[in-house]
């Protein structure tokens, strides 16, 4: 499996994705917002787009596809659940449904709801694990829920789904938002050594050549994976004073995200 992370640098710090089986070269583009970056490098490396995901309905995410479908007559894919708000979608997914591409790479699909309750994240079949994460999951954040989602089916994502897929999965989210995210991170756990090394390191990146962390990496340095961290309750506390001792790890999460809402 071949990912090329595409950053379009634009206001909305999107990244767009390309996946391309190595023996067909067959490939997948994964919200292509930057339609015209994504078709010159897919025609750079001699891959052919034949499918377009959308995580979801957001127009920062479909914004491309009508360019990609009129360029090359790939097939649009998104939540089935979303056929009403992407045009032209021609394969409704659910959960546990493989997107095939190519002779080499399947694509699992996890029905991630938060953001918004129409949204798809896919897992690849692979020796290490690669996760598009639309806008579910970011570098040491979270999507918010401001149009069209909720923080509870969010939360429930993150918990059920997210925190037990294997450590070692690469994260590819939509957007590249590290530097605030981490900055929050710091914001209410500010001891958490592992976020300020990255914070350091991330400072001066290129985002057309991003860090790309793993979730082993996420549950050190994401807030919203680190629930039952004692300084991450006692900073929560002091914002929101009837809290009690010992939050359960769903209030935590809400709280972390209506905090960041606001950040």
């Not at 891959?47 to 920062?60: A, K, M």
Request: aromatic share 6%.
């Amino acid at each position: 499996m071949i990912v090329e992370q595409i950053w379009t640098g634009n206001a909305y710090r999107n990244f767009n994705y390309i996946v391309a089986c190595s023996e067909t070269g067959e490939a997948i583009a994964i919200d292509p917002l930057d339609h015209e970056k994504c078709l010159a490098a897919s025609k750079s490396k001699g891959w052919t787009i034949t499918q377009i995901l959308n995580t979801h309905e957001h127009g920062d995410h479909i914004g491309g596809n009508g360019p990609v479908v009129n360029a090359t007559g790939a097939k649009i894919l998104a939540h089935r659940n979303a056929k009403d708000r992407i045009p032209n979608m021609d394969l409704g997914l659910e959960a546990g449904d493989l997107i095939k591409v190519g002779n080499t790479i399947d694509l699992e699909c996890l029905d991630t709801p938060g953001h918004t309750m129409s949204h798809i994240c896919v897992l690849s079949r692979t020796e290490q694990p690669a996760l598009f994460c639309g806008d579910t999951l970011f570098n040491a954040g979270a999507g918010n829920c401001h149009n069209g989602g909720h923080p509870k089916e969010l939360f429930d994502t993150f918990a059920t789904q997210l925190a037990k897929l294997p450590d070692n999965t690469l994260v590819y989210p939509g957007h590249d938002y590290i530097a605030n995210n981490l900055a929050f991170t710091l914001d209410r756990e500010p001891d958490n050594k592992n976020a300020k090394e990255l914070l350091d390191a991330v400072a001066t990146q290129d985002p057309n050549q991003a860090i790309i962390t793993t979730l082993a990496q996420e549950k050190e340095i994401n807030t919203f994976f680190r629930l039952h961290s004692l300084t991450v309750i006692r900073h929560l506390q002091k914002s929101f004073p009837d809290l009690p001792e010992h939050p359960d790890p769903e209030t935590v999460f809400l709280k972390l995200r209506e905090l960041r809402n606001q950040w």
